[in-house]
């Protein structure tokens, strides 16, 4: 038995100074890596912004703007009356649905 734990000890302290080598190999490659004298970097190429299109409002005259501010006020207020016209006789056609529901048939449950 005792030169099983011999034997076992010495295969424990020999695994123990492998794994020792081992880390202190891997640790010079890596201290290796870091001192490298040449890296290698790849080409950078400086970011350019896209070329933004100039505002074409700035470059029209003033009267332009005004003509373009009274027609846009024009096409909304079109717009808006056209909308109007379209629900007015709706509206009246209900109001005159809703007279006639409480004239006749609300009346009609005093029987």
Do not use: C
């Not at 010079?28 to 040449?38: M, T």
């Not at 896209?50 to 005004?66: G, H, M």
């Not at 079109?78 to 048939?105: E, H, N, S």
């Amino acid at each position: 038995m005792t030169s099983g734990n011999i034997n076992e000890d010495e295969l424990r302290r020999r695994e123990a100074e492998l794994q020792r080598r081992e880390q202190e190999i891997r640790l010079r490659e890596l201290e290796a890596e870091l001192h490298e004298i040449d890296p290698p970097l790849s080409k950078t190429v400086k970011h350019q912004e896209p070329r933004k299109k100039k505002n074409w409002l700035r470059k029209i005259p003033k009267f332009a703007k005004f003509g373009i501010m009274v027609f846009s006020v024009f096409v909304v207020t079109l717009v808006a009356m056209r909308i109007a016209v379209t629900l007015v006789p709706m509206i009246i056609v209900v109001a005159i649905a809703f007279v006639g529901y409480k004239l006749y048939l609300e009346g009609d449950d005093d029987d």
